[in-house]
C-alpha cells in the first residue's frame, strides 16, 4: 500500500490535454507516481509534474482521452515509479514504462527499485577495464568499447544509426563471461520499432535481452521514465547477479525533446535551445549509472545514440553528452554516401578508454599499434585526397597515391561489413593488416619491426615508384595496390 | 600422249604424291590429335566448371538453409516464448480472480462482522471521523469525504495483497 494509505483524491478541477490537475490534495511532491482509476474501472497511471499548496498537476502516461472528471480518482503512491528487478526481466519485451507487449504477464521482481536510481559512488567506483566486443570490426579495433564505459553513437538523421545500434545490441559479447543487454528505444517509430524488435529477436530469445519500446506517440513522460527504467534493472542484473550489461538507448535527443516538453509543462525557464538549464545534469544522472563497483561483479557500459539535429555538433544534447562520456562514434554521411556500412568517421570518433581495454592481455598484443597506424596513415590519406582534389590524382607522388589506395582498402575491405555479420577482432585486424599492407613499408613507422616482418610488409619500389611518375604503370605484384581494381577492393565484395 | 609416257609421268610423280598423302595424313593425325585434345581439354575445363558451379550452388543453397533454418528456429522460439509468457498471463490472471472470489466467501463468515469494524476504524483513521462509510457489494467498505475516498473493499484489498506478493508469484509456473 502507498505512504497515503491508499487515500484517492476525486476532485480533478480539469483535464487539458495530457494533463489532469487534481484540487485537494496535501503531501504531494514532484515525480511522484499516481495510479488514476477511472469510473469504469479502467486503471491508467500518471507522474506529478507539479505541486503547488493543495493542486497537483499530473501528467496522464495513456493520455486523458475518454475520462471523465467526475468519475476519476488518483491515487498518489509516496514516492516516484518504482519497478521489480531481477532475472525476469530477461527476453522480456515492454513498452517504455515496463508493461508488457509481449503477451506474458507483468514483470515480477523478488524486490523492486526506485527507477531514479542513484549515480555510483565515485570512491566505489572500479576503473573500467576489459572489452565489450561488439562485433562490428571498425569499432572494434578503432574504438574499443571497455566494460563500464559510456560512449555515445553521434549520428545525423538519415544515417543508419539504429542498424548499428541494433546491431552491437545483437552481437556484442564479453568473452564467455555471463552477459546481456538491456535495449532502451525512445521515440521510435513503428517501423523502427518493428524492426528492433526483429533484429533482435534471436537474443530475446536466449533469454539475453531486455527489450523497451516507447514508440514515438508514446506520452513524453513516459520516454522520460524508459531509460531509468532500463538502468534500474540494468544495474540489478549487472551488481546483484553479477552479468556484464551493455545498455543501449536510442534515440537520446528524442529524449531530450521530452524532457523540454515536460519542462515547459512545468513553467520552467528555457536554457539553451529552450531545453531546460538542467540538460547536463539530468543527462549525467543517466550516463554515470554505469560503471563498475568495487567487490561487486558485473558491469554496466551505456552507448546512448543520438543524432545531431543538422549535423550540427555543437547542439545542446550532443555538446553536453561530449562533456560527460568518454569518446564519441561519430557517423559520416559522406562515408554513408560511399556506400560503406557501418559510415563511421574514424579520425572523429574516439574511445577514450580503449587503452584500458585492448591491447597485449586483453585483446591482442599488436592490437592498439595496429589501431594508431591506420588512424594516422587514415589522417595521411584525407590530406592527400584534398590534394588530389586541387591537383589531380596523376600529378600526386607514388607514395601518395598509395595513401588514395589505402584508404580506398579501409573503407571497402576493412570498415565495411554487412549488417547482420558479426565479425571477431581477430579477422578485423587482419583486415587493418591488409590495409596496412597497400603502403610502402617506410609509411608504417608505428608499427614495430617484427611485427612488419611477421605481416610480410615490403619496402618500396623505387623503380616501380620512378616508372610511375610518367604515368600509370602497372605494377609487376598483382598484389599491389596501385590497381584501382587491387584484391583487396575485390575481397570487400 | 601416249600410254607409257603416262606411266613415266605417274611414275615420276609417284614420291611427290606419296610426300603429299603423308603428309596430308601426318596433318590430319595431329589435327586430329589436336582436336582430341583440344576437346579433352574442353571436356575437362567444363566438367571443372561444372564442379565449381555445383560447389558453389551447394554452398549458396546451404547457406540459404543455414539462413532459413537459422529464421524457422527464430520463429519456432517467439512462438514457443509466446506461448510460455500467455499461459502465465492465463495463470495469474487466474489467480487474481480466483483470490477476489476467496475473498469474497468472507463476506459469508462469522468472522465478518469484526473484519468490517476494523476496516470502518481503518477507514475513519484515513480520512477523519466525520467520513461517510458505506458498505461495498463484493464486501469491505468505502469511505468517502469531500474530495478524498479510501476503497476497502475485499476485491480492491485483495488485489493489493497480490501487488504486494510480488516475485512470490513465480512459483505458479516454477518449480
Given at each position: 500500500?502507498?505512504?497515503?494509505?491508499?487515500i484517492e483524491?476525486t476532485?480533478?478541477?480539469?483535464?487539458?490535454?495530457?494533463?489532469a490537475?487534481?484540487?485537494?490534495v496535501?503531501g504531494i511532491?514532484?515525480d511522484?507516481?499516481?495510479?488514476i482509476?477511472?469510473?469504469s474501472?479502467?486503471r491508467?497511471h500518471?507522474?506529478?509534474?507539479?505541486?503547488?499548496?493543495?493542486l497537483?498537476?499530473?501528467?496522464?502516461?495513456e493520455?486523458t482521452?475518454?475520462?471523465?472528471?467526475?468519475g476519476?480518482r488518483a491515487?498518489?503512491s509516496g514516492g516516484?515509479?518504482?519497478?521489480?528487478?531481477?532475472?525476469?526481466?530477461l527476453g522480456r519485451?515492454?513498452?517504455?514504462r515496463?508493461?508488457?507487449l509481449?503477451?506474458?504477464?507483468?514483470?515480477?521482481?523478488?524486490?523492486?527499485?526506485?527507477?531514479?536510481?542513484?549515480?555510483i559512488?565515485?570512491?566505489r567506483r572500479?576503473?573500467?577495464s576489459?572489452?565489450?566486443?561488439?562485433?562490428v570490426?571498425?569499432v572494434d579495433a578503432?574504438t574499443?568499447l571497455?566494460?563500464?564505459?559510456k560512449?555515445?553513437?553521434f549520428?545525423?538523421?538519415?544515417?543508419?544509426h539504429l542498424?548499428?545500434?541494433?546491431?552491437i545490441?545483437?552481437?556484442a559479447?564479453?568473452?564467455g563471461e555471463?552477459?546481456?543487454v538491456?535495449?532502451?528505444?525512445?521515440?521510435?517509430?513503428h517501423a523502427?520499432a518493428?524492426?528492433?524488435?526483429?533484429a533482435?529477436?534471436e537474443r530475446?530469445?536466449?533469454g539475453?535481452?531486455?527489450?523497451?519500446?516507447n514508440?514515438a506517440?508514446?506520452?513524453v513522460?513516459?520516454r522520460?521514465?524508459?531509460?531509468?527504467i532500463a538502468?534500474?534493472?540494468?544495474?540489478?542484473l549487472?551488481?546483484?547477479d553479477?552479468?556484464?550489461?551493455?545498455?543501449?538507448?536510442?534515440?537520446m535527443?528524442?529524449?531530450?525533446?521530452?524532457l523540454?516538453e515536460?519542462?515547459?509543462?512545468?513553467?520552467?525557464?528555457?536554457a539553451?535551445r529552450?531545453?531546460p538549464?538542467y540538460?547536463?545534469?539530468?543527462?549525467a544522472?543517466?550516463y554515470?549509472?554505469?560503471g563498475?563497483?568495487r567487490?561487486?561483479?558485473?558491469?554496466?557500459?551505456?552507448?546512448?545514440?543520438?543524432t545531431?539535429p543538422a549535423?550540427?555538433i555543437?547542439h545542446?544534447v550532443p555538446?553536453?553528452?561530449?562533456y560527460i562520456?568518454?569518446?564519441?562514434i561519430v557517423l559520416s554521411?559522406e562515408?554513408?554516401?560511399?556506400?560503406?556500412?557501418p559510415?563511421?568517421?574514424?579520425?572523429?570518433?574516439?574511445?577514450?578508454?580503449?587503452?584500458k581495454g585492448?591491447g597485449p592481455?586483453?585483446t591482442?598484443d599488436d592490437?592498439l599499434?595496429?589501431?594508431?597506424q591506420?588512424?594516422?596513415?587514415?589522417?595521411?590519406?584525407?590530406?592527400v585526397?584534398?590534394?588530389a582534389d586541387?591537383?589531380?590524382?596523376a600529378?600526386l607522388s607514388?607514395t601518395?597515391?598509395?595513401?588514395?589506395d589505402?584508404?580506398e582498402?579501409?573503407?571497402?575491405?576493412?570498415?565495411d561489413?554487412?549488417?547482420?555479420?558479426p565479425r571477431?577482432?581477430d579477422a578485423?585486424?587482419?583486415r587493418g593488416w591488409?590495409?596496412l599492407?597497400?603502403?610502402?613499408?617506410g609509411q608504417?613507422?608505428?608499427?614495430p619491426?617484427?611485427?612488419l616482418d611477421?605481416?610480410?610488409a615490403?619496402?618500396?619500389?623505387d623503380?616501380?615508384d620512378?616508372d610511375e611518375v610518367?604515368?600509370?604503370?602497372?605494377?609487376?605484384?598483382?598484389?599491389?595496390p596501385?590497381?584501382?581494381?587491387?584484391p583487396?577492393e575485390e575481397?570487400?565484395? | 600422249?601416249t600410254?607409257?609416257a603416262?606411266d613415266?609421268?605417274a611414275?615420276?610423280l609417284h614420291?611427290v604424291?606419296?610426300?603429299?598423302l603423308?603428309?596430308?595424313?601426318?596433318d590430319a593425325?595431329?589435327?586430329?590429335?589436336?582436336?582430341?585434345r583440344?576437346?579433352?581439354?574442353?571436356?575437362?575445363?567444363?566438367r571443372?566448371?561444372?564442379?565449381?558451379l555445383?560447389a558453389?550452388?551447394r554452398r549458396q543453397?546451404?547457406a540459404?538453409?543455414?539462413?532459413?533454418?537459422r529464421?524457422?528456429l527464430?520463429?519456432?522460439r517467439?512462438?514457443a516464448?509466446?506461448r510460455t509468457?500467455g499461459?502465465r498471463?492465463?495463470?495469474?490472471?487466474?489467480l487474481?480472480?480466483?483470490?477476489?472470489e476467496?475473498?469474497?466467501?468472507?463476506c459469508?463468515?462469522e468472522g465478518?462482522a469484526?473484519?468490517?469494524?476494523?476496516?470502518?476504524?481503518?477507514a475513519?483513521?484515513?480520512?477523519?471521523p466525520?467520513?461517510?462509510v458505506?458498505?461495498?457489494?463484493d464486501?469491505?467498505?468505502?469511505?468517502r469525504?469531500p474530495?478524498r475516498?479510501?476503497?476497502?473493499?475485499?476485491?480492491?484489498?485483495a488485489d493489493r495483497a497480490?501487488?504486494?506478493?510480488?516475485g512470490e508469484v513465480r512459483r505458479?509456473?516454477?518449480?
Amino acid at each position: 500500500m502507498s505512504r497515503s494509505g491508499g487515500i484517492e483524491y476525486t476532485t480533478v478541477r480539469e483535464l487539458r490535454g495530457p494533463l489532469a490537475i487534481v484540487a485537494g490534495v496535501s503531501g504531494i511532491g514532484w515525480d511522484e507516481y499516481v495510479r488514476i482509476t477511472l469510473a469504469s474501472g479502467e486503471r491508467r497511471h500518471g507522474v506529478v509534474l507539479d505541486a503547488d499548496r493543495d493542486l497537483a498537476v499530473v501528467q496522464v502516461l495513456e493520455g486523458t482521452a475518454g475520462m471523465d472528471p467526475e468519475g476519476v480518482r488518483a491515487a498518489f503512491s509516496g514516492g516516484p515509479l518504482r519497478v521489480p528487478v531481477g532475472t525476469d526481466w530477461l527476453g522480456r519485451v515492454c513498452n517504455g514504462r515496463g508493461e508488457p507487449l509481449d503477451g506474458g504477464p507483468p514483470v515480477f521482481g523478488s524486490r523492486d527499485a526506485e527507477v531514479g536510481g542513484a549515480p555510483i559512488n565515485p570512491v566505489r567506483r572500479e576503473p573500467p577495464s576489459e572489452p565489450v566486443l561488439t562485433g562490428v570490426g571498425v569499432v572494434d579495433a578503432l574504438t574499443t568499447l571497455v566494460r563500464g564505459q559510456k560512449l555515445p553513437v553521434f549520428s545525423v538523421a538519415g544515417l543508419p544509426h539504429l542498424e548499428l545500434a541494433a546491431q552491437i545490441a545483437a552481437q556484442a559479447t564479453t568473452a564467455g563471461e555471463a552477459f546481456c543487454v538491456v535495449f532502451a528505444g525512445m521515440g521510435l517509430t513503428h517501423a523502427d520499432a518493428s524492426f528492433v524488435r526483429d533484429a533482435l529477436e534471436e537474443r530475446s530469445a536466449a533469454g539475453e535481452l531486455v527489450l523497451l519500446l516507447n514508440t514515438a506517440d508514446d506520452p513524453v513522460i513516459e520516454r522520460i521514465l524508459t531509460p531509468r527504467i532500463a538502468l534500474t534493472v540494468a544495474e540489478h542484473l549487472a551488481f546483484t547477479d553479477g552479468r556484464h550489461v551493455l545498455v543501449v538507448m536510442a534515440d537520446m535527443t528524442t529524449y531530450a525533446e521530452a524532457l523540454r516538453e515536460v519542462s515547459a509543462a512545468r513553467g520552467e525557464v528555457p536554457a539553451r535551445r529552450a531545453y531546460p538549464g538542467y540538460l547536463y545534469s539530468d543527462l549525467a544522472s543517466l550516463y554515470e549509472r554505469c560503471g563498475r563497483v568495487r567487490g561487486r561483479p558485473g558491469s554496466v557500459t551505456v552507448v546512448p545514440v543520438l543524432t545531431m539535429p543538422a549535423g550540427d555538433i555543437t547542439h545542446p544534447v550532443p555538446d553536453l553528452t561530449g562533456y560527460i562520456t568518454e569518446g564519441q562514434i561519430v557517423l559520416s554521411p559522406e562515408t554513408h554516401a560511399r556506400g560503406v556500412y557501418p559510415p563511421v568517421d574514424a579520425l572523429s570518433s574516439l574511445s577514450r578508454l580503449m587503452r584500458k581495454g585492448a591491447g597485449p592481455g586483453r585483446t591482442r598484443d599488436d592490437h592498439l599499434d595496429v589501431a594508431a597506424q591506420l588512424l594516422a596513415s587514415l589522417a595521411r590519406a584525407r590530406q592527400v585526397r584534398d590534394l588530389a582534389d586541387l591537383v589531380g590524382r596523376a600529378a600526386l607522388s607514388p607514395t601518395d597515391r598509395r595513401y588514395l589506395d589505402f584508404e580506398e582498402a579501409f573503407l571497402r575491405d576493412f570498415a565495411d561489413q554487412r549488417d547482420d555479420e558479426p565479425r571477431g577482432l581477430d579477422a578485423s585486424l587482419e583486415r587493418g593488416w591488409r590495409a596496412l599492407l597497400t603502403l610502402p613499408r617506410g609509411q608504417l613507422s608505428m608499427l614495430p619491426a617484427g611485427l612488419l616482418d611477421a605481416h610480410g610488409a615490403r619496402e618500396s619500389d623505387d623503380h616501380e615508384d620512378a616508372d610511375e611518375v610518367g604515368g600509370p604503370g602497372r605494377p609487376e605484384d598483382p598484389d599491389s595496390p596501385e590497381d584501382p581494381d587491387s584484391p583487396e577492393e575485390e575481397a570487400s565484395r | 600422249m601416249t600410254a607409257a609416257a603416262s606411266d613415266r609421268t605417274a611414275n615420276a610423280l609417284h614420291p611427290v604424291r606419296t610426300g603429299l598423302l603423308r603428309a596430308a595424313h601426318a596433318d590430319a593425325e595431329a589435327l586430329l590429335a589436336r582436336a582430341d585434345r583440344e576437346a579433352a581439354s574442353l571436356v575437362e575445363q567444363a566438367r571443372s566448371d561444372a564442379r565449381a558451379l555445383v560447389a558453389e550452388a551447394r554452398r549458396q543453397g546451404e547457406a540459404d538453409g543455414a539462413d532459413s533454418a537459422r529464421d524457422l528456429l527464430v520463429r519456432a522460439r517467439r512462438e514457443a516464448r509466446s506461448r510460455t509468457l500467455g499461459a502465465r498471463r492465463e495463470a495469474y490472471g487466474r489467480l487474481r480472480r480466483e483470490a477476489a472470489e476467496r475473498v469474497g466467501g468472507l463476506c459469508a463468515t462469522e468472522g465478518y462482522a469484526a473484519l468490517r469494524e476494523r476496516l470502518e476504524q481503518r477507514a475513519r483513521a484515513l480520512l477523519g471521523p466525520g467520513a461517510e462509510v458505506t458498505g461495498h457489494a463484493d464486501g469491505g467498505v468505502v469511505a468517502r469525504t469531500p474530495g478524498r475516498r479510501v476503497d476497502l473493499s475485499l476485491t480492491e484489498l485483495a488485489d493489493r495483497a497480490l501487488d504486494r506478493m510480488g516475485g512470490e508469484v513465480r512459483r505458479l509456473w516454477e518449480p
